[in-house]
């Protein structure tokens, strides 16, 4: 009885949508607003009415052994799932939170089925063409919203591993592009990269952050 209500607890936010007649509520999430370099990912998810996903949590709550683990698990039980990102040049132009929103309605939009209604992490909505709400911590409230931080974390991840492996001076796969003691070590001695993202070493290099490392 008891793992019962736990369950409906997980599932509260999403019951509550379809009590208003939704019937095809998704998650959604952001991993990588923080870091300097990389483009900031989001995910969306619908997840099946009390589907059982042993684990399941905030990806910040978990190990990376644990995310990737859940990530298959996800993509397998999800009625549907999409990640999508917004790249280093976009957050420059537009600003993060801007690219955030972006990457948000682009995850939205590629679902495979069209959801109705979103549950979105944080406190501020963006610009989506459904309706929804906010949750604050939604990722520890929503079984959705906990997926879709899995995906888009785990994503972010693959691609950070991607580029350790193309731009091995700047050690990304140890710090992921956040501005760690070693990562900002490395960008005022290498400069940045192709993928840093301007706008955000206007402060820690001053003047410098116009040359980068090809």
């Not at 009625?79 to 929103?101: F, P």
């Not at 290498?190 to 993928?195: C, F």
Request: hydrophobic share 40%; net charge neutral.
């Amino acid at each position: 009885m008891e793992k019962k209500e736990q369950q409906q607890d997980w599932f509260l936010y999403e019951h509550k949508a379809a009590g208003k007649g939704y019937s095809a509520v998704c998650g959604i999430d952001e991993a990588g607003r923080g870091p300097l370099a990389a483009p900031v990912y989001a995910a969306a998810v619908i997840l099946p009415d009390h589907v059982e996903i042993k684990g399941l949590n905030d990806s910040k709550k978990l190990t990376a052994k644990k995310r990737e683990e859940l990530y298959g698990v996800i993509c397998e039980k999800a009625a549907a799932w999409c990640v999508a990102s917004a790249s280093e040049q976009e957050i420059d132009e537009i600003n993060i939170l801007q690219a955030t929103y972006l990457a948000m309605k682009r995850a939205c939009a590629g679902l495979a089925i069209p959801a109705d209604f979103a549950l979105v992490d944080g406190n501020r909505m963006p610009p989506l063409d459904i309706p929804g709400e906010t949750i604050v911590k939604g990722d520890s409230l929503s079984a959705s919203i906990a997926a879709a931080s899995i995906l888009a974390k785990v994503s972010r991840d693959r691609y950070m591993e991607k580029m350790d492996a193309l731009y091995p001076q700047y050690q990304f796969a140890k710090h992921k592009g956040y501005g760690t003691k070693l990562h900002i070590e490395l960008l005022k001695q290498y400069g940045p990269s192709p993928i840093h993202r301007r706008s955000f070493l206007t402060k820690i290099l001053g003047g410098e952050e116009s040359g980068h490392v090809g």
